[in-house]
T-cell receptor, first 108, second 114 residues
Framework: SQQGEEDPQALSIQEGENATMNCSYK?????LQWYRQNSGRGLVHLIL?????REKHSGRLRVTLDTSKKSSSLLITASRAADTASYFC????????FGTGTSLTVIP | DAGVIQSPRHEVTEMGQEVTLRCKLI?????LFWYRQTMMRGLELLIY????????DSGMPEDRFSAKMPNASFSTLKIQPSEPRDSAVYFC????????????FGEGSRLTVL
């Protein structure tokens, strides 16, 4: 990808379990954002974490950022079947670059 | 606001034909991004504009691709002539801040070049 990569590429879990996705990036950033994409749809913004923040929460989402390791993680707690989607991290510095995405399947 | 609006949603064309994709920004947003999404290459940033001015077009594949922003609310991405390898979903996204703001995506234009 132009900037980052998500890990794992695919994740399959049972409803109610937690899902953790990781993102690594290459250059310095202003902030890091996570987006969600349902099949056949555009991306939707989930959460933004600034470069001087280490952790942020929004509902069932928890994002961490480690700028020394150039990595971030997204945790979705108590997953639901409706969380099935692809999740992307995006870094903003000079441009918006997206990672390769993690495909999450939540089995009812 | 209706959000970012893209047209057409689907386009099937033959190799060599000209393709024009259109995007209407969210009112008040001053930055516009064009992305291409394929299974092989993921989401690629093609070009972005700020205040109608192209800031970085280094992601544009080649001279067959061109993008314009004739006014603050509208943009076009043109491919001429199209080739089968251009088949992809093309997204535009707008933002109020090109460096730190949230991106609002359209639903995409799925292009198939036969």
């Amino acid at each position: 990808s132009q900037q980052g990569e998500e890990d794992p590429q695919a994740l399959s879990i049972q409803e109610g379990e937690n899902a953790t996705m990781n993102c690594s990036y290459k250059t310095s950033i202003n902030n890091l954002q996570w987006y969600r994409q349902n099949s056949g749809r555009g991306l939707v913004h989930l959460i933004l974490i600034r470069s001087n923040e280490r952790e942020k929460h929004s509902g069932r989402l928890r994002v961490t950022l480690d700028t020394s390791k150039k990595s971030s993680s997204l945790l979705i707690t108590a997953s639901r079947a409706a969380d099935t989607a692809s999740y992307f991290c995006a870094t903003t510095g000079n441009q918006f670059y997206f990672g390769t995405g993690t495909s999450l399947t939540v089995i009812p | 606001d209706a959000g970012v609006i893209q047209s057409p949603r689907h386009e099937v064309t033959e190799m060599g034909q000209e393709v024009t994709l259109r995007c209407k920004l969210i009112s008040g947003h001053n930055s516009l991004f064009w992305y291409r999404q394929t299974m092989m290459r993921g989401l690629e940033l093609l070009i972005y504009f700020n205040n109608n001015v192209p800031i970085d077009d280094s992601g544009m594949p080649e001279d067959r691709f061109s993008a314009k922003m004739p006014n603050a609310s509208f943009s076009t991405l043109k491919i001429q002539p199209s080739e089968p390898r251009d088949s992809a979903v093309y997204f535009c996204a707008s933002s109020s801040d090109p460096y730190t703001g949230e991106l609002f995506f359209g639903e995409g234009s799925r292009l198939t070049v036969l």
